[in-house]
């Protein structure tokens, strides 16, 4: 069974950064794709990026040129580095893996949250 750990999360100001981690307990397929999604109390889940095995990435417009995600394929951990944030920002940030042959796994979250 595939866990995910995510780390990161706080209070930040606006204005400020971030970066958000997320470590799976193993890699069962090299063809994969690990992401980050966000929510917000009475609202669905959002993507906020995404990135594959082959190094695709997509973000949603809300945090493009504000958001950077990258891997570490060694290490099975995906990052999530946000900048300029906003209050809109706030919400908690899941961590989302799939894998070829074997499914999607989805971290417990983390929250972020963007205040003065």
Same mark, same amino acid.
């Given at each position: ?7 990161? @999360?706080?209070?930040? %100001?606006?204005? *400020?950064?971030? #970066?958000?981690?997320? $470590?799976?307990?193993? +890699?069962?397929?090299? &063809? !994969?794709?690990? @992401?980050?999604?966000? %929510?917000?109390? *009475?609202?669905? #889940?959002?993507?906020? $990026?995404?990135?594959? +095995?082959?190094?695709? &990435? !997509? ?11 990258? #891997? ?45």
């Amino acid at each position: 069974q595939v866990q995910l750990v995510e780390s990161g @999360g706080g209070l930040v %100001q606006p204005g *400020g950064s971030l #970066r958000l981690s997320c $470590a799976a307990s193993r +890699s069962p397929a090299s &063809i !994969n794709i690990m @992401g980050w999604f966000r %929510q917000v109390p *009475g609202k669905e #889940r959002e993507l906020v $990026a995404t990135i594959n +095995s082959g190094g695709y &990435i !997509n973000y949603a417009d809300s945090v493009k040129g504000r958001a950077t995600i990258f #891997r570490d394929n060694a290490e099975n951990t995906v990052y999530l580095q946000m900048n300029s944030l906003k209050p809109e920002d706030t919400a908690v940030y899941y961590c989302r893996c799939w894998y070829a042959n074997y499914g999607m796994v989805w971290g417990k979250g983390t929250l972020v949250t963007v205040s003065s």
